[in-house]
């Protein structure tokens, strides 16, 4: 079966930067994922269009097509008194904020000071090219509850509760 719109596929990949270093890979094998439901990055999705079980490819996907580019009005300087006192803030550090229209926003801690924080509202990933070596494990329909939900559900269904 090839991979359209509503294809379940699962695949292995290893995710590399420029320069080799291995940034993520599929843990246990293999990753599934509902193609065109916006489930993996645009980049990615669109170079396995078309694609056939048992094949391997490597795609190079620029930051555009990826997490995006880096963001410079995404960082920001906050007060130390925005954290809990109790904690020890280092940077690398990641916390839940509140972004400005109230959604969850993840940042990242980029500098500490005595007073204040500076933290990143963009993904780790924006602003790098993304290298996947990956190999097409299967391909097959998606159920109706899967396209209704929009992903993958494991054998026997899926709660939402």
Do not use: W
């Amino acid at each position: 079966m090839q991979i359209d719109k509503h294809s379940v596929v699962t695949l292995h990949y290893t995710l590399k930067d420029n320069d080799g270093n291995v940034l993520d890979e599929s843990s246990d094998g293999s990753f599934c994922y509902l193609h065109g439901e916006n489930n993996i990055i645009p980049g990615l999705e669109d170079a396995l269009a078309g694609r056939l079980s048992g094949d391997a490819l490597s795609v190079s996907v620029p930051p555009k097509d990826g997490y995006g580019e880096h963001d410079t009005e995404r960082t920001q300087t906050v007060s130390r008194d925005m954290f809990p006192s109790e904690d020890e803030i280092e940077p690398g550090m990641q916390f839940q904020a509140e972004g400005p229209e109230g959604q969850a926003l993840l940042v990242t801690v980029v500098k500490v000071e005595e007073d204040t924080v500076t933290v990143d509202g963009n993904h780790p990933l924006a602003g790098v090219q993304l290298n996947f070596d990956v190999k097409i494990v299967d391909v097959r329909a998606a159920n109706a509850e899967e396209i209704e939900h929009g992903h993958v559900h494991g054998p026997g269904g899926h709660n939402h509760e």
